[in-house]
């Protein structure tokens, strides 16, 4: 439940940093009037119709890819995500595109680490660091990008004792 809780905590606090970010949206052959521009809609795990990606744009989507808890006795417990975040926008100007991608990557970036703290329990890992990458392909009028961050999450406590676990008595002998 946890991970589900920090995409949800993510997304909430992607919304709310980007909510004056106002990008264009390409026009649909089924669109009466010309779209007007508006904020990155924000999306967890997967878009809903993966087959129109491009028609969502501008869009961010929050992906875990990965998760590590290590418990081990006499050290601290340890909870991590990683998690995978995709920006696409769309703009008819091809310098233009490239520069809206790169502005709504490093409005979230900097949120991120400024704060650092998502939904008052998930700490950005900055020693994990905060990668991102512009993805190089010629796909105008559409341009997308990724950054990967590593978050803590709260500990999960043993329930039953290690010792009591292993069935090991105080002096370390199994019994």
Known sequence: MTKLVLLKQLKEFTEERVKDLLLPVAQQKEDEEPPKDRPAEV???RLPD???AKKKAPY???????????????NPSISLVTVRTVFCVYHKDEQEGGLALLNLMERLRIAMLEEGIVGGQFILDREAGLES?????????????????????????RKVPY????????AGIRR
């Open 133 to 157: 990458l512009v993805y190089p392909d010629n796909t105008a009028p559409y341009y997308t990008g990724e950054m990967i961050s590593v978050w803590k999450l709260p500990i999960i406590e």
């Open 43 to 45: 999306y967890r795990a």
């Open 50 to 52: 993966s087959r129109a």
């Open 163 to 170: 010792a009591q676990e292993h069935n090991w008595n105080g």
């Open 60 to 74: 961010i989507l929050h992906q875990v890819i990965t998760g590590k808890d290590a418990q081990s006795p006499g």
